[in-house]
């Protein structure tokens, strides 16, 4: 029995002997949880490099966690240098009363290092991600109503203060894989919407009434918004340089949307310039005034030719002045055929200026007559004459464009006085018919006294001077003229 006692003290005095002259690190050795007795320091740098790589550290504000690399806050683990130390255990007496008394199991600390201007530059990137911005008191829509929402503080990350408490704690960041942030409050710029908020309702107050008006047809659509309905198309808020203030943006898609569920009874054939609509609601709020005026538009039509049509027959049937139809046909030839296809403009493409609604004169070739209408009502009541069959007046939609005092036909040598334009026979063409006055030739024959009533011009509308003058001062451009067969 001794002798075996001693053989087993003599082969263990062997190993320890040979375990401290070795390469290898004594047994219990701990460094960041990684178990590296028996390990060689090469080994032992390689294992604690790999689990450095797999650490994180989580940037903590308080209510919210971010998690990053060591690297990123510029902490590096040297692995070779840590497994030095490693080996150095055990070594040393000091060493060993150490793993003695920690009975066989030490846990040493690793050699690493620390980098600020890393751990800065780092979080200047990190930082809009991690901060939390003030939300100013504002203004938002409720069932047609502006209510006022509470203003709320922010936060930010203060980068300095955060790496001066990482350099003065990095061994607990580096244990802990922790790092607390440092946030500082960010006040709302605007802590209170109530001064605004009966600016707001008042806008909101009253229902929008919508009307479209069909200058063609004569015809007047309406709609009433109610606030409940036109508020959604806002969104309000607090104007950020004078908080006295508000401000409000219009929603196009939202009041295009509106506006097309309303024009499914206009047909398929007319319809709302929906940006020009939105402008028009736009402006009103701007103003504020709670009218909304729009204009209906017509599409282009097209037309199939049968045996008969001739382009004189089409443009009396369309009120279209046939070199009109030719120019948006370029490639129809000189002569009609049966089954031709052909594009008839819309007749909005005669009424280029905005429309004057209260107002219309209304013209019959038959009668040889015209009415001016104000507000619905024959103003006044008169004979005309309209051009001869050779250059006839053409029937159609037109609109008062030009007034000139005394206009010049040179075609004719004719001097027409208080002449209004309405419609160009030719599309690319400067010259206009329109209406007038007698004329005059030479500087002094007045021509056709004696004929009104029945076609003698060239295709403008004849009517006496003294009516041209009251009709030049009441018909503003814009205002429509309808030329019926």
Request: glycine share 6%; hydrophobic share 45%; charged share 15%.
């Amino acid at each position: 029995m001794g002798e075996s006692l001693a053989l087993l003290l003599a082969a263990a005095a062997m190993i320890a002997v040979f375990l401290y002259q070795s390469d290898l690190i004594m047994p219990g050795v701990q460094i960041l949880g990684v178990e590296l007795g028996g390990k060689s320091t090469a080994e032992a740098a390689i294992l604690l490099q790999q689990h450095w790589q797999r650490q994180t550290i989580v940037l903590d504000a308080g209510d919210t966690t971010w998690t990053v690399t060591p690297a990123m806050l510029g902490m590096t683990l040297h692995a070779e240098a840590t497994a030095q130390v490693a080996h150095r255990q055990g070594r040393t007496l000091a060493t060993l009363q150490d793993a003695l008394q920690a009975g066989g199991h030490v846990r040493i600390l690793p050699v690493w290092g620390l980098d600020p201007t890393v751990a800065e530059a780092n979080l200047q990137i990190l930082a809009p991600q991690l901060d939390v911005p003030a939300v100013d008191a504002d203004l938002r829509v409720v069932a047609g109503r502006v209510e006022a929402t509470p203003a709320q503080a922010g936060r930010a990350l203060d980068v300095a203060a955060t790496v001066a408490w990482l350099k003065q704690n990095a061994a607990q960041v580096f244990m802990e894989r922790r790092l607390p942030l440092v946030m500082v409050p960010v006040p709302p710029a605007i802590t209170d919407a109530s001064t605004v908020l009966a600016q707001a309702n008042q806008l909101l107050a009253n229902p929008l009434s919508i009307r479209a008006y069909d200058p063609i047809t004569d015809e007047a659509l309406a709609w009433t918004v109610a606030p409940d309905v036109w508020s959604m198309w806002l969104s309000l808020g607090v104007d950020p340089a004078d908080s006295t203030q508000f401000h409000w943006e219009l929603d196009t898609e939202k009041v295009q949307a509106f506006l097309a569920e309303q024009t499914t009874t206009l047909g398929s054939d007319r319809y709302l310039a929906l940006d020009e609509a939105v402008t028009a609601v736009r402006d009103a709020i701007a103003v504020p005034s709670w009218s909304v005026r729009l204009r209906v538009y017509h599409h282009e039509r097209q037309h199939v030719v049968q045996s008969g049509d001739t382009l004189s027959k089409l443009a009396r049937d369309y009120g279209i002045p046939y070199p009109w139809i030719q120019q948006a046909n370029p490639g129809m030839g000189d002569a009609l055929y049966t089954g031709q296809v052909l594009t008839i403009p819309s007749p909005d493409a005669l009424l280029p200026l905005p429309v004057v609604e209260n107002k219309r004169i209304v013209v019959s070739l038959s009668e040889q007559k015209m009415w001016a209408y104000e507000n619905s009502a024959v103003k006044w009541d008169w004979p005309v004459s309209t051009g001869i069959p050779s250059s006839p007046t053409a029937p159609g939609m037109f609109q008062v464009q030009t007034h000139e005092p005394n206009a010049y036909a040179s075609q004719w040598n004719l001097w027409m006085p208080y002449f209004m334009g309405i419609y160009r026979p030719v599309p690319t063409s400067d010259f206009m018919n329109g209406f007038h006055g007698f004329p005059t030739r030479g500087g002094s024959l007045l021509l056709w006294t004696d004929d009104l009533g029945h076609p003698v011009t060239y295709g403008c509308i004849l009517i006496s001077t003294e009516n041209a003058v009251a009709l030049y001062e009441w018909a503003e451009e814009g205002v429509v003229v309808e030329v019926r067969p």
